[in-house]
């Protein structure tokens, strides 16, 4: 996104590897290593924990947008932080990779969970975790020049950052565990196909095309959109019962609500509603 695209945008946290802007009502996240790809590290993912924890908190943030600097959104882990950890002691490893991938986790596990819609703006590579963060988010627009890719198994380990709870939701199990087993390449036009990408666009519109899907999703009934997110997830494990009785509630909650209010409102008067989100 161009300082021309976000003329009130105001850089609110910067890090080494993670930055937060917020623009209005959208909150968005910026992977920041360009130089290594976006590759994840301890500092990257301790900074994305902290940043997902800070806007899943917001009430005034009504959309989260995930991109990255650079031309590639993220290239997966950071092998060359792999490759210092090997040679040292079992059980100091261990304790790295753990804390690396609940780091990870507690960020996906935030923006799965989030009240509020999550758009992934996402180029070039898209790999590894990279990979699984773009499946955690709720829509994503993509260039033109993505090109996906697991990558996991590759590297003689199985997948992180949810990615074996989401793929499978996505694509189902059996293109899932091609995906995983063989580790093809996936060009955009093909992740659009698969459903691992909601809409495709040209790489020079990519930002404009995110802040303009941003911009109309914060302007929605946020947690109308919060609750049907919640639905929707709980579906994959709820017999017809369960989501029968899960929609009773979160329809009751909701009718009791500003925006549901509003709506009903705006109906009768033959207007466009003005929504605040609650």
Request: glycine content about 8%; proline content about 5%.
């Amino acid at each position: 996104m161009t300082d021309a695209d976000r003329p009130a945008a105001q850089a609110a946290t910067t890090a080494r590897s993670v930055i937060l802007e917020r623009d209005g009502a959208i909150g968005r996240i910026v992977l920041n290593r360009p130089d290594a790809m976006n590759a994840i590290g301890p500092a990257m993912a301790v900074e994305l924990s902290r940043v997902t924890a800070e806007l899943e908190d917001d009430p005034d943030v009504r959309c989260v947008v995930i991109a990255a600097a650079g031309p590639h959104f993220m290239a997966g882990g950071d092998i060359r932080y792999f490759a210092e950890l090997l040679p040292q002691p079992r059980d100091r490893r261990d304790e790295a990779f753990s804390r690396l991938i609940g780091d990870v986790g507690d960020a996906v596990r935030r923006l799965r969970g989030m009240p509020k819609p999550v758009l992934g703006a996402v180029r070039g590579a898209v790999a590894g975790f990279g990979f699984s963060l773009m499946c955690a988010c709720d829509l994503v627009v993509a260039s033109e020049t993505t090109q996906c890719k697991l990558a996991y198994c590759q590297l003689g380990v199985s997948p992180d950052g949810g990615g074996s709870y989401t793929l499978p939701r996505l694509v189902g199990l059996r293109r899932a565990l091609e995906l995983a087993m063989l580790d093809e390449r996936v060009d955009a036009r093909r992740a659009l196909e698969l459903g691992l990408v909601t809409r495709v666009v040209a790489d020079e519109w990519l930002e404009r095309a995110a802040l303009d899907l941003a911009q109309r999703l914060a302007q929605q009934p946020t947690a109308a959109i919060g609750r049907t997110k919640r639905l929707f997830n709980a579906s994959l494990q709820n017999d017809l019962p369960m989501q029968l009785e899960a929609e009773r509630q979160s329809f009751v909650a909701g009718a009791d609500s500003h925006d549901f209010t509003e709506a009903v409102a705006a109906f009768v008067a033959k207007r466009k509603p003005v929504f605040r989100g609650r």
